[in-house]
């Protein structure tokens, strides 16, 4: 019975954990106001969350200028002309799959935009100041009438 009652325990707190994650990154409602992390003598930008309306207007511009990486264990599809796929809690380890350029824009999404979410605010914790987070994930994108493609060989 104990065990049960910790197991629950550790899922609420992971569950609580990123929603506070996803809640940090959305800048949307903060318009005029300076991001910064909790910690500001770090002072590093948020990341900020898009929408898939957003992310297909991106994807519709001659010239893309960001990277997009899908972060999701297990692979369960992909938005078209995605750039990487590294998993959301190694993409610490990944940095060589990553612009050198701190201030480019990177892209990032997952399922639902937990993982996603989680792997934006590592890449803020390493400096990176450019870092968007598709809001709902691939689940918002099909949700909002895009397709995913599959490819088994990821």
Sequence with gaps: MNHKLIALTAVIVILLSGLILISMGDNNNRKGQQSVTKDTSINMNKFKNISPKELLDMLSQKEKDYTLINVHVPYIGEIANTDEFIAFNEIQDNLDKLPTNKNAKIVLYCQSGGMSAIAAQ?????????????????????????????????
Excluded: A, Q
């Design 122 to 154: 590592t890449l803020v914790g390493l400096g990176y100041t450019n870092i968007e987070n598709l809001s709902g994930g691939m689940i918002g994108w099909k949700k909002d009438g895009y397709t995913l493609e599959y490819n088994n060989t990821k």
